[in-house]
């Protein structure tokens, strides 16, 4: 007994070493291949190679050094997770069959990049066209639009050091897909970012003809340190207290959005000014409804698209309501008194209304508006926006645009609540 204890014990260990050993090869193996075919354009050494039974490899003092952009990168650990061993060894095998990874997440601790470096200077110094998502990066900072790599040296930083995680979970059967990356970085802050969709399906080669929707969105910003940092280098820039720098951060960003057409409401804006003053929490979530077309949402009205994009928003974890915004003409004048709320029936001027101002139609009276971009609006409070080709045997049939391309599909004329035609 014994000895069948004895060798029984030799051959687990026996059978680990061989999978360690394995493991060991795998990465050695991949990261030889990766070396040879990049060795044109970069340079990658490495410490060491670190494997674990519970799903785990990973790379130590990872370095790599691009020789044109004469910088470098550093990752003092990178690894990537799966939840076992054997999600790891069937990793390969979906690979091959043309299949997404039901799971992975990549880990890198410790990456650091030079503020004076090349790198940092392509992330900085060449600001991201001014849309609705870069209006936070705008400041009131004298003759700076954008903090630049020298604005960061001036405020001290030196090297960036950042602990990230990717993650993401496939589920075949629900056909569900979720995203999740975790971003810390030194003397700055972290930022979090989720992501769900749904119809999702198992090959990649089949999202173009069945996209994915988007079923939730989660963007967070904690402990912003560099916010702090700006605001007190831009007041001292403008020779500004704190107090009235606030106000004129506030207004840059008021004013950022609106040359997008886009005008917060005042509670949102109020919020935001409590963010700035205290920049401990941010977090902003979106639950589009099923069916929304994210091009051309300019086309409904504001209050619409509220209600499609669902959105909540919490500033240092408390809630802001209510959520509303108003499109305006970015030429126009901002009115001394307050906005009025997108509940309310605002009046408009000429440019405004040709911009979006729509009729509603008789869904009886469909037939004859074949050819026409219409707004459908189901009793469930589904929004859609086509083109109508035609009506038949109690459905609309209708061309949705999604993404670059266009989709045919039905809406059952029971199922319809109102229909609008853009003027």
């Excluded at 069937?90 to 410790?110: C, D, I, N, T, W």
């Excluded at 769900?196 to 198992?202: A, G, Q, R, V």
């Excluded at 609106?258 to 409401?265: E, F, K």
Aim: with cysteine; glycine share 8%.
């Amino acid at each position: 007994m014994s000895k069948i204890l004895k060798w029984g014990l030799l051959s687990v260990l026996a059978v680990g070493l061989i999978i360690k050993l394995s493991l060991w090869w795998s990465v050695r193996s991949m990261m030889d291949d990766a070396i040879a075919k990049l060795s044109p354009f970069m340079d990658i050494s490495y410490g060491g190679i670190t494997s674990s039974f519970d799903g785990r490899v990973g790379l130590e003092k990872l370095q790599i050094r691009v020789p044109a952009m004469a910088d470098s990168l550093r990752v003092e650990h990178a690894e990537l997770k799966f939840k076992g061993l054997g999600e790891l060894l069937r990793f390969k095998e979906r690979l091959a069959e043309g299949k997404f990874p039901e799971q992975m997440a990549v880990s890198l601790k410790g990456l650091a990049l030079d503020v004076h470096g090349p790198f940092m200077q392509q992330l900085y110094n060449v600001p991201a066209e001014r849309s609705v998502f870069t209006a936070m990066s705008e400041v009131a900072c004298g003759s700076v639009r954008n903090i630049g790599t020298d604005e960061l040296l001036e405020m001290g930083y030196r090297t960036f050091e950042t602990d990230a995680e990717f993650s993401y979970l496939f589920q075949p059967g629900a056909q569900k897909l979720s995203f999740n990356l975790t971003s810390d970085t030194r003397d700055m802050g972290e930022v979090r970012l989720s992501l769900s969709l749904s119809n999702m399906s198992e090959k990649p080669g089949d999202l173009r003809a069945n996209p994915p929707h988007l079923s939730s969105v989660i963007f967070e910003l904690n402990d912003n340190q560099y916010q702090r940092k700006v605001q007190e280098f831009c007041a001292g820039k403008l020779g500004q207290s704190s107090e009235l720098y606030l106000k004129t951060a506030v207004q840059q960003f008021d004013t950022v959005l609106r040359s997008q057409r886009v005008a917060l409401g005042q509670s949102v804006l109020d919020a935001y000014g409590r963010y700035l003053k205290d920049p401990q929490s941010l977090r902003v979530e979106l639950t589009p409804t099923e069916g929304m077309a994210w091009d051309g949402l300019q086309f409904f009205e504001a209050k619409d698209v509220v209600t499609m994009l669902r959105p909540a928003v919490l500033v240092n974890q408390e809630l802001v309501q209510p959520v509303e915004f108003a499109w305006v003409d970015p030429l126009a004048r901002k009115q001394p008194v307050g906005m009025e709320k997108v509940t309310a029936a605002p009046e408009v001027d000429d440019s405004r209304r040709a911009v979006q101002q729509y009729e509603f139609v008789n869904v009886a009276d469909l037939p004859g508006y074949a050819g026409k971009r219409l707004q459908f609006i189901t009793y469930d409070g589904t929004y859609y926006q086509g083109v109508l080709h035609k009506v038949e045997n109690g459905k609309v049939y209708l061309s949705v645009q999604y993404g670059s391309g266009s989709a045919e599909m039905f809406l059952r004329l029971e199922k319809i609540d109102k229909v609008r035609v853009r003027l």
